[in-house]
């Protein structure tokens, strides 16, 4: 049998958010330009003549799902938990808002990212996501439960 291999692909977007209780600097507003590094694992396809034979998965394949799924909705976009004072005034303003219903450091956002893709169908193995040059944090997806991240549990959670 073919042996497993990983794939990886690359995406970037540009996103503000605002962590309320923070200690330091990021209980401000702020952005910062995202790195997604979306990972899949599995045997290529081995059947002759096929599309995607000796693919795990097509690259556009999983571009195009990406996208429509994490990057156009995050993308320019205010990420909020939904108890942040300016939210309000972003809707009114018709600004772009991304109502994630938890507190959006990398942690989670790469465990909503991973729970995502997942439940569209995508083989994925591991999201890593990076919130500065110097900073990630990584979900496998297998670590997630069935029924998603842990913070759905505590109610409000648009997943
Ligand atoms: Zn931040």
Redesign the pocket.
Known sequence: MQHEVSVCKIFSFDAA?Q?IGHKGK?ANV???TYRLEVVLKGRPVTEEGRSDEGFVADFGDIKALVKARIVDKLDHAFMAKGDEPVLETLQASGSKVAVLSFR?TAENLAGYIAYTLRQSGLPVYSVKLW?TPTAWAEVLAADIPEHGPAYCLNGGCDL
């Open positions: 958010h962590l990021c702020h952005g910062h959006t919130e």
